[in-house]
């Protein structure tokens, strides 16, 4: 049921924003990090995304990244991307902030994307720090190398205990602070900056809608919680909105 009310926010809104995580693209068999069957319930962060353990042993780090790869090579957008991609033509301003680093969003149409903690799709040279695209599964060897000057190459990705990219930040930040409406979708609110996003929004007196299967530390504060699946939560209020 999605109420009236959020229907009239939505039709008079110029700036909209969606922070989405994991959960947006476990519909799309991509496992998420917390809960019951996440990642983080199987492997230990720290062995495995951070600066520490890619130093300490690069082999095994490609190796879980190589199994990402496989897992989100397969993966199709759901419903909750290509909704979210439909939106990006409807409203004057549509940006999406994602922490996912599966690219679904760009798969599923949108364009305005921010990638807070980077792309699987992207490696960068340790040495030189420029970033390539790799979309080979399963890579072609492990670690790989940089052709330019044969030094490690590295996910370019954001690791714990790595900052985000300045522009990043700073972007997603200007989003937030702007947003007439701010959907929250499938992430647990937990790990920071991305977590803060939404109380700028609600600072600039914009309104923060929260879709998730359970409630989170953010639930309290959203202006709208809907409980359940991001695939099925967004085309019924695009139904409702466009219909
Ligand atoms: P989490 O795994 O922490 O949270 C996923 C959230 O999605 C949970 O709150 C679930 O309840 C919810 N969820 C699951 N399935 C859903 C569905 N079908 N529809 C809607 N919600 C659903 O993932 P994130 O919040 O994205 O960072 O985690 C944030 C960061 O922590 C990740 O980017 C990653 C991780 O460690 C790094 O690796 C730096």
């Known amino acids: 049921m999605v109420p009236e009310e959020l229907i009239n926010f939505l039709r008079k809104a110029k700036k909209v924003s969606v922070l989405t995580g994991a959960g947006i693209s476990a519909e799309s068999g991509i496992p998420t990090f917390r809960g019951e069957d ?35 090579g397969k993966a199709k957008p759901n419903m909750g991307h290509i909704t979210i991609a439909k939106w990006e033509k409807i409203f004057p301003s549509f940006w ?15 364009k305005n994307i921010v990638e807070l903690h980077g792309n699987i799709w992207k490696v960068r040279c340790t040495r030189e720090g420029i970033v390539m695209e790799n979309r080979d599964v399963p890579l072609k060897e492990i670690p790989p190398k940089c ?7 590295r996910p370019h990705v ?5 900052s985000l990219s300045i522009e990043d ?11 007439d409406v701010m959907f929250v979708v499938g992430t647990s609110s937990v790990v920071y900056p991305a977590a803060s996003l939404p109380f700028l929004t609600k600072r600039r007196g914009g309104i923060v809608v929260e879709i998730n299967i359970s409630e989170t ?8 919680f809907f409980k359940g699946k991001a695939g099925e939560i967004l085309p019924e209020i695009d139904s409702r909105l466009n219909g």
């Not at 052709?147 to 190459?153: F, K, M, R, S, V």
């Open 38 to 72: 996440g990642l983080w319930k199987k492997y230990r962060a720290e062995e495995l995304a951070t600066p520490q353990a890619f130093a300490k042993d690069p082999v095994l780090v490609w190796e879980w990244y190589n199994w990402r790869r496989e897992i989100i």
């Open 96 to 110: 999406v902030i994602t922490q996912n680093i599966d690219g679904l969003h760009r798969l599923a149409g949108s």
């Open 147 to 153: 052709e330019n000057c044969g030094a490690l190459l």
């Open 158 to 162: 954001v690791w714990f205990g790595e």
């Open 169 to 179: 930040i700073e972007m997603a930040e200007e989003i937030s602070n702007s947003s």
């Open 217 to 224: 530390t953010l639930t309290p504060y959203a202006d709208f």
